[in-house]
């Protein structure tokens, strides 16, 4: 026999696969541009950072560039860009013309669900019509995709109704992460939920809450992203279009699933089982897993304390509250809030002292005076001087002259300029008391420089005020004290100012026509010398503050803030920056 006959089959079916291949050209991008595509909508789309998304797919378009790529691939490719360039960038044109392009290399292709938008299935739909392509009969479902990525990862086989589910994960080797984030879906749900893992072993883990998995059966969806330190992904497992899904059972058949070290997680009481105000029934909340964030003990299921503000395993404290105190790791002592200490397990514990309610502090205030412009200052033939203000000629006294009225030009002096200007200095002892956490009473007493030389009065400084301290008590915590504060008291803001007059020859009242200036006359008088002036506010003053006590130690603190003061009857407004140093006792 011929042996050229025995390859005649071997021949026909290779002419049989290329002709039927002959609708599907070579593709030798499609893997590298579809993980382009993936990683611009699953990472850079979904953590909104779209002009990076954009980017990358018309990289992957480019590598497409003439004929590397599938049409199939392409079509997706310009799809995905429509939909970062409307709902990302707010540039609906440019997408409207990339979903053009996606429809001509593929009539069939169809929106994404998880992505679509009215904005965007209106610009796909008059793509669609400006390309001339018709609607698919009916939109053919996305191709599953196993959920999977560099994150180590068993997914859990199965969990049950009002049972924590636990979710543990572990980094490839030589990757970091600063934050490792759990986004899940229940059954049902329209939105992703968040939840933090927390580093536990060679791994992060953490439990879905019950009331997050709920009383009915279904199939739960879940995803992993690791962050670094810029907030940039560094590792995944799943997408939000190809997550991992745990069936949810009313009894699950096989072994319970935990985290390394811990037990099962116990199933919660469904809140339809116990009405409010059932007899018998508990009003407690449902019992927080381990990994939920926490303020008491109380709050954490069975075996389980409120540690650095998760639960953890440990035993509770008898008030329930927590056991730790703030609940903050630490190193030592001086990592932890005032009034606390760092325990055993590196955790800051109350240290059984009392808050410093007695509180004196020396502060040093500057006046800055907001000064109306005045005219006739000194007096003039026909006005007497203002009684706030006093002039002092060069010789120190009292100015006794007429001097000449105030021109709307300046030329004759005897005004002042307005504005703000730096005024009176004070130095001032603050003693308050913490009547309750949040409210404190307190004098301040104090000695005042740069005032109108010969008025003793004008030193003194008498204050009282009560003082709002915001936070949840404040002084119990290492962190900042904001406050604000209204106060009252007896005291004076003078200003220095220099002015020229001119005295006049005519005294107040004449009626003379004649009457002459010393500067204007024939003689050649020169004018007075300057004057100096001193404007008072006076006597009393009140106002508001408005700062914060920076702690430097459980019962000291630097204390930094600004007064708004009037003072009357001799009106007068000022801004005060204060600063002091604050002791408790």
Not at 111 to 135: C, H, Y
Not at 192 to 206: A, D, F, V
Not at 215 to 229: H, I, M, N, W
Not at 471 to 478: I, Q, S, V
């Amino acid at each position: 026999m011929d042996r050229r006959i025995l390859w005649l089959p071997a021949f026909l079916v290779c002419v049989a696969w290329l002709v039927s291949a002959k609708d599907a050209p070579a593709a030798p991008k499609d893997a590298a541009v579809t993980r382009m595509a993936d990683d611009a909508i699953n990472n850079d789309y979904l953590s909104l950072k779209f002009n990076d998304a954009a980017k990358k797919l018309r990289a992957a378009l480019a590598q497409c560039q003439p004929n590397a790529c599938s049409a199939q691939v392409r079509a997706r490719v310009n799809r995905d860009l429509g939909v970062v360039l409307i709902a990302g960038l707010n540039k609906p044109g440019e997408g409207k013309k990339a979903f053009i392009e996606a429809v001509k290399a593929d009539p069939r292709v169809t929106l994404d669900k998880d992505l679509t938008t009215p904005a965007i299935e209106q610009a796909f739909q008059a793509a669609r019509s400006a390309v001339g392509a018709q609607a698919p009969a009916a939109p053919a479902a996305p191709a599953a995709t196993a959920a999977g990525g560099d994150i180590v990862h068993t997914p859990p086989s199965e969990g049950a109704i009002l049972t924590p589910l636990p979710i543990y994960v572990e980094l490839p080797s030589g990757v970091s992460a600063n934050k490792v984030l759990l986004q899940y879906k229940p059954f049902g749900a329209t939105d992703w939920q968040k939840l933090e893992l927390k580093k536990m072993g060679s791994g992060y883990g953490g439990e879905i809450p019950c009331q997050a998995i709920g009383s009915t059966t279904g199939e739960l969806s879940y995803y992993v992203q690791a962050t670094d330190s810029e907030g940039d992904v560094v590792g995944t497992n799943g997408t939000r279009k190809a997550p991992n899904r745990v069936s949810i059972q009313n009894e699950i058949s096989g072994e319970a699933a935990h985290l390394p070290g811990r037990p099962a997680p116990v199933k919660c009481k469904d809140k339809a089982d116990c009405p409010p105000g059932f007899p018998g029934c508990s009003s407690k909340k449902a019992a927080k897993g381990w990994g939920a964030s926490c303020e008491k003990d109380r709050e954490c299921g069975e075996g389980l304390a409120c540690k650095a503000g998760t639960c953890d395993t440990g035993e509770k404290s008898d008030s329930g509250e927590s056991s730790s105190g703030s609940g903050r790791s630490c190193d030592t002592s001086t990592d932890c809030d005032p009034g606390e200490k760092c325990n055993a397990d590196k955790v800051c514990e109350s240290a059984g002292s009392p808050r410093k309610r007695l509180w004196v502090s020396f502060n040093i205030q500057q006046d800055i005076s907001f000064v109306p412009a005045q005219k006739d200052v000194c007096g003039s033939p026909t006005n007497e001087a203002p009684n706030n203000i006093t002039c002092i000629d060069e010789t120190n006294y009292p100015y006794a002259g007429i001097p000449e009225a105030s021109s709307d030009d300046g030329s004759s002096g005897n005004e002042i300029k307005g504005g703000p200007r730096r005024s009176t200095t004070r130095f001032l002892l603050d003693v308050s008391y913490l009547v309750i956490p949040n409210l404190s009473v307190g004098a301040r007493l104090g000695y005042v420089i740069n005032t109108q030389p010969g008025r003793s009065l004008a030193r003194f400084h008498g204050e009282a005020r009560v003082a709002y301290w915001i936070g949840n008590d404040p002084f119990a915590k290492k962190g900042l004290r904001p406050f604000v504060a209204v106060l009252a008291g007896v005291g004076e803001v003078d200003d220095k100012f220099t002015a020229q007059v001119y005295e006049t020859l005519c005294g107040p009242g004449t009626a003379d026509p004649n009457c002459t200036s010393q500067f204007a006359n024939d003689n050649g008088l020169v004018p007075n010398p300057t004057l100096t002036l001193w404007r008072r506010g006076a006597k009393t003053f009140a106002g508001a503050a408005a700062g914060v006590m920076i702690p430097t130690a459980p019962n000291m603190g630097v204390l930094v803030e600004v007064k708004a003061q009037s003072f009357f009857p001799n009106s007068a407004f000022t801004l005060s920056p204060t600063v002091g140093y604050a002791v408790g006792f």
